[in-house]
């Protein structure tokens, strides 16, 4: 089987002027290396794809795959993720991993978190902060965390994300609006443990694969990952 694979090289864009912030969560050559190799050991044939602009040219010259191995994350636009998976869906691809309402969806922390809500499944309580005057406003009790909306991999995130205090709320919330030109979640603090949770299938289908403790070092921002 022809297996493509598409990701967004963190040094591709570094190239051309992007920041480390900006490419935080883009991929190193060893980690797609490492896919590859995996993906060719099974017995595939494997073609580097890239970012979606090197799919767009591929896809308008005729190229095809029997499926897909997505990991690019996008640049632009709180649909970033979902962008890939729109295109292969237009073109008829299979792909691995979420459709393109699903990673919208779960960018954006806030909607993903209503949805949630709605199916009767606890999630911390939360506002959405879009401008600096709503900052006061915010229903909860301290202390709780703020960050980006629709960010991930930490970016936005730092040891000011644990607000104690009004004051420390407005100069955290007004830091974030500026600097990430979006909405700024605002969530009570959970304290505990953290989990991530790997889940390949849809529906009846999905299972449970793997799980990952997260653990701060002695040298981390204490309560920030």
């Known amino acids: ?45 494997v073609e580097r794809i890239g970012n979606i602009r090197s799919l767009v040219q591929r896809l308008s010259a005729g190229k095809r795959w029997d499926f897909v191995f997505n990991i690019a994350e996008g640049m632009n636009g709180v649909g970033r993720e979902a962008q890939v998976p729109a295109l292969l869906d237009a ?59 629709a960010e991930g991999t930490g970016k936005g995130i730092t040891e000011t994300s644990r607000v104690q205090s009004l004051d420390e709320l407005v100069a955290a919330t007004a830091k974030l609006l500026a600097r990430y030109r979006q909405p700024a979640l605002v969530e009570s603090f959970l304290p505990g443990r953290e989990f991530t949770v790997g889940i390949v299938g849809t529906g009846p289908a999905a299972e449970a694969i793997a799980v990952m403790e997260i653990k701060l070092l002695d040298t981390a921002e204490q309560g920030a990952y």
């Open 1 to 45: 089987m022809r297996v493509g694979l598409t990701y967004d090289l963190r040094q591709d864009y570094l190239a051309k002027g992007f920041g480390e912030e900006e490419t935080a969560e883009f991929d190193a050559p060893e980690t797609i290396a490492a896919i590859e190799g995996v993906l060719k050991r099974r017995g595939f044939k």
């Open 91 to 149: 073109y008829g691809v299979p792909y691995t991993f979420s459709d393109p309402l699903t990673m919208a969806l779960t960018l954006d922390k806030a909607m993903a978190k209503r949805i949630v809500r709605d199916h009767g499944l606890p999630t911390a309580p939360f506002c959405l902060v879009e401008r600096e005057c709503e900052i006061g406003e915010q229903p909860l009790s301290f202390p709780v965390f703020a960050k980006p909306v």
